[in-house]
T-cell receptor
Framework: SAVISQKPSRDICQRGTSLTIQCQVD?????MFWYRQQPGQSLTLIAT?????????ESGFVIDKFPISRPNLTFSTLTVSNMSPEDSSIYLC???????????FGSGTQLSVL | QKEVEQDPGPLSVPEGAIVSLNCTYS??????FMWYRQYSRKGPELLMY????GNKEDGRFTAQVDKSSKYISLFIRDSQPSDSATYLC?????????FGAGTRLTVKP
């Protein structure tokens, strides 16, 4: 398994502002993943973050809106920029362990945008 | 058609009941299958994983995969109020994962 610390756990933000979510893992990992979980919908992958390279974004997600940093093998941040109410969601950090298909998740960040 | 279909429920059962949770999928190439449990205000927790058709048992939980029918199930025996959570199915191919929307389960004392 993996111990993944994510913060903040929740936040209420104003439209047009930005929020940075932090994710800390208990040991080094090659890939870290950022997901969005909207009510009643399946987990959606936003991007994959590898240390030392640009994050890879999934269709529908762009770097200007969701900039990601990966400064080392145990830490990553996701910023939700210029927020609108449509960005209200749970954001989850995850890592893969073992044979690379077992995903472990942080506790999530519940974001509400007013 | 969604790649992974999961009945969102909600599902409510009395304590001690056998619970059956199900997902269907469309991509026959999926190689591995998982179930996650997610408590309110928490991240998903890996509960069961399997690579092959058949059953895999872990305590009160049994994961069942039928690749020919593209159908997976999670059975919970002797359900407890502490099992009340949302259960997500997931399946993957290489590093590409797909998730169901989750079934919300409530086990009433």
């Amino acid at each position: 398994s993996a111990v993944i610390s994510q913060k903040p756990s929740r936040d209420i933000c104003q439209r047009g502002t930005s929020l940075t979510i932090q994710c800390q893992v208990d040991s080094q990992v090659t890939m870290m993943f950022w997901y969005r979980q909207q009510p009643g919908q399946s987990l959606t992958l936003i991007a994959t973050a590898n240390q030392g390279s640009e994050a890879t974004y999934e269709s529908g997600f762009v770097i200007d809106k969701f900039p990601i940093s990966r400064p080392n093998l145990t830490f990553s941040t996701l910023t939700v920029s210029n927020m609108s109410p449509e960005d209200s969601s749970i954001y989850l950090c995850s890592v893969a362990r073992g044979t690379n298909e077992k995903l472990f998740f942080g506790s999530g960040t519940q974001l509400s945008v007013l | 058609q969604k790649e992974v279909e999961q009945d969102p429920g909600p599902l409510s059962v009395p304590e001690g009941a056998i619970v059956s949770l199900n997902c269907t999928y469309s991509n026959s190439a999926f190689q591995y299958f998982m179930w996650y449990r997610q408590y309110s205000r928490k991240g998903p927790e890996l509960l069961m994983y399997t690579y092959s058709s058949g059953n895999k048992e872990d305590g009160r939980f049994t994961a069942q995969v039928d690749k020919s029918s593209k159908y997976i199930s999670l059975f919970i025996r002797d359900s407890q109020p502490s099992d009340s959570a949302t259960y997500l199915c997931a399946m993957g191919l290489n590093n590409d994962m797909r998730f169901g929307a989750g079934t919300r389960l409530t086990v009433k004392p």
